[in-house]
Each structure stands twice: as structure tokens, then as C-alpha cells.
């Protein structure tokens, strides 16, 4: 049995991870920020601690003797740069030292694929190891700089650390581009397994994808640390509907990337 903490522990990932992880055999510290819930938590595996993503301090206390840290806390969309700045990239920041100052050797960084939204889709950038940063909004840019900090904190002292570009994460594939970009509940659990139990040292940066058909991305990376997705959205693909062929191929960032797609403003009516 290990002792994992999460930051973020009420949002949509963490909420899937928990039973996943209780399942495991694992305890876990659920950090969320002060005055949000986190809902239905087994008093016997599980704790929660109230404590903003930028405490040094209080993340310190909360992670002491934890193996794990898996780092979820964010925006987790696009924001004005300040709120991107602060909780996102000053949060990062705050969640490395703090798993420093705890002793924790292990860190998983929740990095996304907007981190290289300019890459092209059909591009051998995607499909052939792992691209250099190519950010497409201040979030992609702050997923830039999650792994630099996770970079840094694996050179300087020693922890291993991955940084996985989450895709698509959803209960099953919504639409034409998830197909080849979802990553389902059970893969993102595999892989905060995987970084728990690897042998590699360092700072990896992984996808999080799952094993999709029509996937773009190289699965190795992630291989290479000992996660091995098994979940294929091609079995959703008959109520999922196609992408148009007639369309040009597309960025890794799909809409986010997209001219029209205004910095700064949250996804979702914001185009023009
Ligand atoms: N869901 C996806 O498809 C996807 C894709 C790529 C990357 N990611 C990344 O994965 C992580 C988790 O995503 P999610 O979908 O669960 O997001 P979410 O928005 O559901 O959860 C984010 C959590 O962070 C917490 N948080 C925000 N500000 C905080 C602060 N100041 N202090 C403490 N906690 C704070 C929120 O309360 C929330 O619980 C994020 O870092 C996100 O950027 C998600």
C-alpha cells in the first residue's frame, strides 16, 4: 500500500482516479483548494487537507510521507495570462517545492496537449517521439512551463518526474477528434500507477492518450516508463461522428489553435 497525494482532488480526473486508486490497495491525501468540496471521500483510505495550490507550506504538510504526488490543480482552460500566471505556473512551481521540502521523491505533472497545440496532426513531430513545446494559448504556455519546472526540479534533486500531455480525457470519445486523442479513466489511472512503480529517474514527458486506433501520437514515451494503455475509442467510434475528409489536416491544439481563437478568454463562445 502507498500513499498518494493529489492536488485538484475534486475536479473531473481526480474524481475518477479516486476509486481507481482505493481499488489499487493505495491511501490518498486530497488537497483541493479552501472552501471547495471534495465529495464522498472513505474515511478509512483517504484525508482531505484545505489548502491553495500556491501554499508552499501547507502542501509540504500535506504531502509528508507520501510516495506520489500527482498534480492536477489548475485552470484547466484557457484564462486571462494573470489567473494563468498565478495558479497555474506559480502553482507548479509551489507543488515542486513543496514534494521537495516533503521528501517525496515522485511527481506526476498534469501537462496537456495544448503545451504543443501547434504541432500538425499528420506531422512526424506527433508520431515520432515527443515534440518540443509548441504552445497555442497562455495555457498551453503555462503546460510549457509545468515541465520546465519538472525539468528542473528531476535535474537539481534528483526526483523522477513525468510530465504527461494529457489529450482528451472524457468517460468515453465525444467527438470526431477524440477519436484519435481520448485518454479513458482506466488509462489515466495505469498511468499514475506506472509513475508510481517505474524504474526510470528523471523528467519524462509522456502523452496521455489512450491505445486509439487513430492515434497520431507516439505511445513510447510513455512505454518507456512503464505505461501501457489498453483503451481504444474505435470501440465508440460507430456513435462518434466523422471527422469532414474534405478539411485540411488539423494542429494537435484543434480549436484552441485555431486564428480565430481569442488568448485569454476561456473556451467555449469565444471565438471572433
Ligand atoms: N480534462 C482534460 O481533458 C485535460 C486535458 C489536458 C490536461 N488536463 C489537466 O489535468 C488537470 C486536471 O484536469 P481536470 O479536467 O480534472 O480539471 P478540473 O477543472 O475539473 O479540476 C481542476 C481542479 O483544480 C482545483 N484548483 C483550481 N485552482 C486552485 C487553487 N488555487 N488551489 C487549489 N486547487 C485549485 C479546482 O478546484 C479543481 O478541483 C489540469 O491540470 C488540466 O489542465 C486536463
Same mark, same amino acid.
Given at each position: #500500500?502507498?500513499?498518494?497525494?493529489?492536488?485538484? @482532488? &475534486?475536479?473531473?480526473?481526480?474524481?475518477?482516479?479516486?476509486?481507481?486508486?482505493?481499488?489499487?490497495? !493505495?491511501?490518498?491525501?486530497?488537497?483541493?483548494?479552501?472552501?471547495?468540496?471534495? @465529495?464522498? $471521500?472513505?474515511? %478509512?483510505?483517504?484525508?482531505?487537507?484545505?489548502?491553495?495550490?500556491?501554499? $508552499?507550506?501547507?502542501?509540504?504538510?500535506?504531502?509528508?510521507?507520501?510516495?506520489?504526488?500527482?498534480?492536477?490543480?489548475?485552470?484547466?482552460?484557457?484564462?486571462?495570462?494573470?489567473?494563468?500566471?498565478? +495558479?497555474?505556473?506559480?502553482?507548479?512551481?509551489?507543488?515542486? =517545492?513543496?514534494?521537495?521540502?516533503?521528501?517525496? %521523491?515522485?511527481?506526476?505533472?498534469?501537462? &496537456?496537449?495544448?503545451?504543443?497545440?501547434?504541432?500538425?496532426?499528420?506531422?512526424?513531430?506527433?508520431?515520432?517521439?515527443?515534440?518540443?513545446?509548441?504552445?497555442?494559448?497562455? /495555457?498551453? +504556455? &503555462?503546460?510549457?512551463?509545468?515541465?520546465?519546472? %519538472?525539468?528542473?526540479?528531476?535535474?537539481?534533486?534528483?526526483?523522477?518526474? +513525468?510530465?504527461?500531455?494529457? #489529450?482528451?480525457?472524457?468517460?468515453?470519445?465525444?467527438?470526431?477528434?477524440?477519436?484519435?486523442?481520448?485518454?479513458?479513466?482506466?488509462? #489515466?489511472?495505469?498511468?499514475?500507477?506506472?509513475?508510481?512503480?517505474?524504474?526510470?529517474?528523471?523528467? !519524462? $514527458?509522456?502523452?496521455? $492518450?489512450?491505445?486509439?486506433?487513430?492515434?497520431?501520437?507516439?505511445?513510447?514515451?510513455?512505454?518507456?516508463?512503464?505505461?501501457?494503455?489498453?483503451?481504444?475509442? =474505435?470501440? /465508440?467510434?460507430?456513435?462518434?461522428?466523422?471527422?469532414?475528409?474534405?478539411?485540411?489536416?488539423?494542429?494537435?491544439? %484543434?480549436?484552441?489553435?485555431?486564428?480565430? /481563437?481569442?488568448?485569454?478568454?476561456?473556451?467555449?463562445?469565444?471565438?471572433?
Amino acid at each position: #500500500m502507498a500513499l498518494l497525494a493529489l492536488t485538484g @482532488a &475534486s475536479g473531473r480526473i481526480a474524481t475518477t482516479l479516486r476509486p481507481r486508486l482505493r481499488a489499487a490497495g !493505495h491511501r490518498l491525501v486530497l488537497c483541493e483548494a479552501p472552501g471547495v468540496a471534495v @465529495a464522498d $471521500v472513505d474515511p %478509512g483510505l483517504e484525508r482531505t487537507v484545505a489548502c491553495d495550490v500556491r501554499d $508552499v507550506e501547507a502542501q509540504a504538510e500535506a504531502f509528508a510521507g507520501a510516495d506520489l504526488v500527482v498534480h492536477l490543480a489548475a485552470h484547466a482552460d484557457e484564462r486571462p495570462w494573470p489567473d494563468i500566471l498565478s +495558479v497555474n505556473i506559480d502553482g507548479t512551481r509551489a507543488v515542486c =517545492e513543496a514534494a521537495r521540502l516533503a521528501g517525496v %521523491g515522485r511527481l506526476l505533472l498534469a501537462s &496537456s496537449v495544448h503545451a504543443a497545440g501547434y504541432v500538425p496532426v499528420d506531422s512526424p513531430l506527433a508520431s515520432e517521439g515527443m515534440p518540443l513545446p509548441a504552445p497555442d494559448t497562455y /495555457y498551453g +504556455v &503555462s503546460k510549457a512551463a509545468l515541465e520546465a519546472l %519538472g525539468g528542473m526540479y528531476a535535474g537539481r534533486f534528483g526526483m523522477t518526474v +513525468v510530465s504527461a500531455r494529457i #489529450m482528451n480525457f472524457d468517460g468515453s470519445p465525444a467527438g470526431p477528434r477524440s477519436l484519435q486523442a481520448w485518454l479513458s479513466a482506466d488509462d #489515466m489511472a495505469r498511468l499514475v500507477l506506472a509513475v508510481l512503480t517505474t524504474e526510470a529517474t528523471g523528467h !519524462h $514527458v509522456v502523452w496521455g $492518450v489512450s491505445r486509439n486506433t487513430r492515434r497520431r501520437v507516439d505511445l513510447r514515451p510513455g512505454l518507456a516508463i512503464g505505461f501501457d494503455p489498453q483503451d481504444d475509442a =474505435e470501440a /465508440y467510434a460507430s456513435g462518434v461522428q466523422e471527422q469532414d475528409p474534405s478539411l485540411p489536416p488539423k494542429l494537435l491544439g %484543434g480549436g484552441f489553435a485555431d486564428a480565430g /481563437y481569442r488568448l485569454g478568454e476561456p473556451h467555449g463562445g469565444t471565438r471572433g
